[in-house]
């Protein structure tokens, strides 16, 4: 059964540092997501980016944030200069198009800021 | 305002027994999704149902909505020790199909064997 990826699974860096998380999504899906969960609080959205563009950003998602597809197969979200703050659970999401509106994650990136 | 409340936050049960959780919301929606989420793992789809559904099943999960009311219910029948988890309702709003998800804070379920 096709899953999304993401690697790695646990980054630690440390504040100030520029941080590339990559996920590939599921094949034939065409809308990317990116949410982020700090311990013991919900999921927020963060992203959704659909045809090589934005389509919906929270106000989490400020200009320290970029997204990127580099290529058919891979989706990055980049945190240019990182904060203690930044430090959560960042999980990738894809769905498809037409009936299927499932949103399907990824299992996650640590990422912890010290 | 909260979108996507769970009740109740947590719930513990004998195995065998079913499992009811709620969901409630406040904005119209054009989708709602219930995840499973292991501890410190990644969210699992369970199902999705629709704006104009009603009910759903797969398995031995049933989803109910009533948008009239704002609110949904997952249940677990027969439950089993491997259902201990935390289970999140996800609201998709009415901007688009595949529009953003909006989570609630969860509902940690533990089925004792």
């Known amino acids: 059964e096709p899953e999304v990826t993401q690697t790695p699974s646990h980054q630690v860096t440390q504040m100030g540092q520029e941080v590339i998380l990559r996920c590939v999504p599921i094949?034939?899906?065409?809308?990317f997501y990116w949410y982020r969960q700090i311990l013991g609080q919900k999921v927020e959205f963060l992203v959704s980016?659909?045809?090589?563009?934005?389509?919906?950003k929270s106000e989490i998602f400020d200009d320290q944030f970029s997204v990127e597809r580099p290529d058919g197969s891979n989706f990055t979200l980049k945190i240019r200069s990182t904060k203690l703050e930044d430090s959560a659970m960042y999980f990738c999401?894809?769905?498809?198009?037409?009936?299927?509106?499932?949103?399907?994650f990824g299992p996650g990136t640590r990422l912890t800021v010290t | 305002s909260q979108q996507g409340e769970e009740d109740p936050q947590a719930l513990s049960i004998q195995e065998g027994e079913n499992a009811t959780m709620n969901c409630s919301y406040k904005?119209?929606?054009?989708?709602l999704q219930w995840y499973r989420q292991n501890s410190g793992r990644g969210l699992v789809h369970l199902i999705l149902i629709r704006s104009n559904e009603r009910e759903k099943h797969s398995g031995r999960l049933r989803v109910t909505l009533d948008t009239s009311k704002k609110s949904s219910s997952l249940l677990i029948t027969a439950s089993r020790a491997a259902d201990t988890a935390s289970y999140f309702c996800?609201?998709?709003?009415?901007?688009?199909?595949?529009?953003?998800?909006?989570f609630g804070k969860g509902i940690t379920l533990s089925v004792r064997p």
């Open positions: 904005t119209s929606i054009n989708n």
């Open positions: 094949s034939n899906h065409l809308y």
């Open positions: 996800a609201t998709g709003g009415v901007t688009g199909a595949n529009s953003k998800l909006t």
């Open positions: 999401a894809s769905s498809g198009q037409g009936s299927g509106y499932e949103q399907y």
């Open positions: 980016f659909y045809n090589n563009e934005i389509s919906e």
